[in-house]
C-alpha cells in the first residue's frame, strides 16, 4: 500500500462532525447502540494505493481491498474502519478510500503518520530471527 494521503468527505462539514485538528473529527460512532457508552469517537479518512505486485495485496484493488496488509493497519494503529466509500471504491480504479475511527485521539494522530509513506508486507525468510514465527513483516517507508 503506497501513496497514502489525506482524504476529507463532504460529510464531516455537516453538523454530526466536529473538526478537532487537521483532518481529524469528533462524530457519532455509526456502530454505536445507545446506552451502551462510546457514542462518540474519532475518525480520519485516507485514500492510498495497492500494489498488487507486492506481497499479500495480489489482485488488490479500491473494491477489494486485501487483508494482508491492511488488517496490520488496524491493529498496529488500533483503529477500525467506520466508513467504507463503497461508492468511491467502485468507481475508483486505483485510489481506495477509507474512514478509520478510534476512541483513542493519539491512535487517529499516529495513524495519520502514514501518510506519504508506503505500507507493505514481506515475507519471512526461514532464517530470519525477527520473523519470531511470523509468516510476514511489515515495512514503512
Given amino acids: 500500500m503506497k501513496n497514502f494521503q489525506n482524504y476529507t468527505p463532504e460529510k464531516y462539514a455537516g453538523p454530526d462532525y466536529q473538526k478537532v485538528e487537521e483532518g481529524i473529527y469528533y ?3 455509526p456502530y454505536r447502540s445507545p446506552g ?9 479518512s485516507l485514500t492510498f494505493e495497492m500494489e498488487p505486485d507486492c506481497y499479500g495485496e495480489e489482485g488488490g484493488c479500491p473494491q477489494d481491498i486485501t487483508q494482508i496488509p491492511f488488517e ?15 461508492d468511491l471504491n467502485k468507481s475508483s480504479d486505483r485510489i481506495c ?6 476512541y483513542n485521539l493519539e491512535n487517529i494522530k499516529n495513524l495519520r503518520s502514514l501518510i506519504g509513506k508506503r505500507f507493505y508486507a514481506v515475507p519471512c ?17
Fill in 72 to 86: 496490520n493497519i488496524l491493529d498496529d494503529y488500533s483503529v477500525f474502519v467506520t466508513d467504507f466509500y463503497d
Fill in 125 to 141: 525468510e526461514a532464517d530470519d530471527e525477527d520473523a519470531e514465527d511470523e509468516e510476514y513483516k511489515i515495512v514503512i517507508e
Fill in 27 to 29: 462524530g457519532k460512532n
Fill in 36 to 44: 451502551k457508552g462510546y457514542e462518540d469517537l474519532f475518525v480520519t
Fill in 97 to 102: 478510500y477509507q474512514e478509520f475511527g478510534s
